[in-house]
């Protein structure tokens, strides 16, 4: 089975995986459900700097198993990461995000435009 070549890989998360979907194929059996899985996961990574409450957001994601903590080679590679908290607004990690298409908020008068988003950032940096 290919959940069991998942499990061979001896990793903590692996074994998390692995217990978790035995649980959800016995509740899909029991209500006769059958669901494919992919053979692999995506783990997320993420970046906590100290300041603004992050011991409570590490300790919040400290509890699921799918977010790794990054190394620090991927700490300074902004594309590697998924989340990062830090109490500053960090302009480089912030250039690295995808800009979403034009759209309007509320009534259609007001208009946010990708380049008028990029302005913003190169203004305060």
Known sequence: MKMEKIFLQLTPFNK?????????????????????????????????????????????IKTRWWWSKADKAQKKDFSVLNFNWEAGRNNPWLKTLPLCEDYTIGDGKEKNSDSSTRDMLSEDS
């Open 16 to 60: 998390k995986l692995f217990e978790f979907l035995k649980f959800l194929n016995r509740v899909n059996f029991s209500n006769k459900i059958f669901v494919y899985y992919p053979e692999r996961f995506k783990t997320y990574k993420y970046r906590i700097k100290r300041g603004n409450n992050s011991l409570v957001i590490r300790n919040a």
